[in-house]
Structure formats: C-alpha cells, structure tokens
C-alpha cells in the first residue's frame, strides 16, 4: 500500500467520527431546541408576536379592549360636610394615600368617578366597591360607554358589592343604536408572574383623561395594604393583592389590568402615590370566585364570631404574669362584639383560643382563616383556656355585617 494512502488513512477515521458526532449533537440540540421550545409557550406569559418584537402589540391590545373599558360616575345626595375634590369620598386616595390640594368645593351631591369593565354581553360590569357604594345607600350610578357604534352614558344598576374585597358589579342594558355590548376576555391571576408586561387602562381625574393606557410590569403578588377607613372608623386590611408599577391615578379604580395576551388578570384599586410605580389590583380569579354570589344575592355571606384578638407573642412578660397565662400558642380575646356569636356563645375576654375543631390554633390570622371556611349558621366547637382551665364551647356562627 502507498505509504502516503497507510498516512492519511487515521486522518479519514477521525474525521469520520468527528462528523458523526457533531450530526448526533446537532440531532439531540435540535431535539432539546423543540422541547424548550414547548415550554417556553408554557412559561412565556406573551404571545410569539411579542417576542418576534412586533412594535404595536400593546397599542393592537388596547384598540382591541378599550371599547370595554367604561368611565363611571355615582352621585350622592348632598353630605353632611363639604369635600375637598371629586375622590375625597375614595378612603383610598384621602386617608392612605397622598394628592395635590384642591380647592373647596361648595356643599352639594358627592360624585364618586372611576372605572370599569364590561365582562359579559348581557351588561355585566366589575368595579370597585368604593366607587359605587353598596346597593341601597340612594345613589345614582351613570356608566359612559366610548364604541365605534355608541358615545354616551346610560343608567347602571348596583347588583352586588362586598366592602372587604372592594368589589362591586353593575348592570346596563344595551343601549339603541348598538349590536352588541363589546367585552374583554378575562385571564387567570394565579398563572401571572412578576416581571411580566402589563396595561391599566382606565379614566385617571375622570372624564378630562378618559381611556388612558399606560404600561408596566406585575412587580409582585401577594401584597397587603392597610387602609383607615374614617367613614366607618374602622382600618381595613387588603391581602393577596397584585402590585404593579403601570401608572394608576385616582379616578383608575375598578379598570382593568390586563395581561400581553389581552386578558384581565386584576381590578386596579389603588396607587401609592407618596411613592414611585407602586400601585395594587384585586385579582380576577378573587372576583371571578365571588361573582355569582354578588349577583344572586347582592352580597357576599360570610361566617362571623364577632372577636377581636390578640397575639400571645404581643403580651409582655408583666401582662402573662398576671393573667396566669401558661400556654405559649393560641389567639387571646381582646373583645368580643356585643350580640354576635362569640357573646352568645358565652365566650370573654382574656379567653385564648387554641383549637377550632381539629385545626390548632396558633396565633389570630389562624382563626381569621378558619373562621372564613366556614358558612353563617355553622357549628363549630372552640377550645379555651380560661384562668387555668381548658373549656370545650360551641358556637354557631352568625353573619358578617356588610361594612365589617
């Protein structure tokens, strides 16, 4: 054999292998190329065209949903003081949260203005409760309507609302002139994720900036805010909220946040605006889990003990002293509510209780959570130690009253 064939005959072996191989990892990283592909569909939370970089998705978006976005207005009878500006009825942006001062207007009907979303054809709307009111508090709800086929305000009903979750929904017939009621299609909140895009749009200082569209991101879930409520004197606790840096202003309340896809996943409620893009939205599956109820019935039932409590962990040393507290774990009374299930059940203050059923007790959130399991008229039975003793007592539950 040619001395120079027997030379490059190792050569063509290597090269053979090196080709097979690159072939057989070209095959398995097409192979895995398609299966992050798959899931990549699963994980992004916006569509191919986003991320083909088409420059007018979100404008495409909000064209698309804006028509379903309505400017609304509920009027009052004239007040028992004067109001510093349109929102100073909205506890969210007079209490908690910081505006420029506006002049003082002359005594005369109060006008709560914000926003809301039509959810289905036959003239369902979702808003905020602070917004609308609860059903029978005489006032008169207008909702303006901006299609391509109608420009113009027609009366709403108040179905339904629920002070502790702010959630309120409206009824308008559709209006002469108009085939159909336009909708936006509503998303699921527990598969959002921080990071991702979002659009308020909404009615921010009512009519002037109607239809507004501003852009941010989901910048957490799970928040809690704490509101002092001084029409009812009362604080109210927000949980499980969204947070977001879209800019929300008064008069956004009740619009929808929507998702890339065009899909509402939150109710914009309101913005911290002492701060930089910190604003907060209901999630719609919250809503979407009530909505029946605030139809059919007008209000959300909820089981109610009627107890205020406290922390064993609040106590000072002095204070365990002189109780004999000699437990470390459970939920102290602080005060029970004249009339309501706890005080008919005989239970006092300084009682702890430690068990709900076969649920420990551990602290006052736990019996929160327990508590809202259940249903108004349910039995439950409470464990208690009280001054050394341990009480089994039974308690059928009352009723929330609606502004608790």
Known sequence: MDQRLKRSIPILLVAALAFTALVWVG??????????AEQSQEILSYPVEL????????????????????????????????????????????????????????????????SGFIISEDGYILTNQHVVGNPGDNQKITVKLHTPNFQGSVEATLVGADYRLDL??????KPDGLDKLPTIPLGDSDKS??????????????????HTVTVGVLSAKGREIQIYDSDQRQWKVYTNLMQTDAAINPGNSGGPLINIRGEVIGINTAVNASAQGIGFAIPINTALEVKEQLITEGRIRRAFLGVTMQGLDQLSDRA????????????????????SAAAEAGLQVYDVITRIDDTPITKPDDVTNEISKRK?????????????????????????????
């Open 27 to 36: 095959n398995e990283q097409g192979i895995l190329h398609a299966q992050s």
């Open 51 to 114: 991320a083909m970089g088409n420059p007018y998705l979100i404008a495409d978006i909000a064209e698309r949903v804006t028509p379903a976005v309505v400017y609304i207005e509920a009027e009052w009878p004239a007040p028992e003081r004067q109001v510093r500006n349109p929102f100073a009825n909205d506890p969210f942006f007079r209490d908690f949260f910081w505006f420029s001062p506006w002049p003082q207007t002359p005594q005369g009907p109060t006008i709560q203005r914000g």
């Open 168 to 173: 309120a929904v409206l009824k308008i017939d």
């Open 193 to 210: 994720r921080p990071g991702e895009w979002v659009i308020a749009i909404g009615n921010p200082y009512g009519e002037r900036y109607e």
């Open 320 to 339: 365990k002293y002189l109780l004999g507290l000699d437990i470390t774990e459970g939920a102290m009374i602080a005060r029970v509510e004249p009339g």
């Open 376 to 404: 108004p008229g349910d039995e439950v039975l409470l464990m208690v130690w009280r001054r050394g003793s341990t009480l089994v007592i039974p308690v059928k539950l009352g009723e929330r009253p609606p502004n608790v």
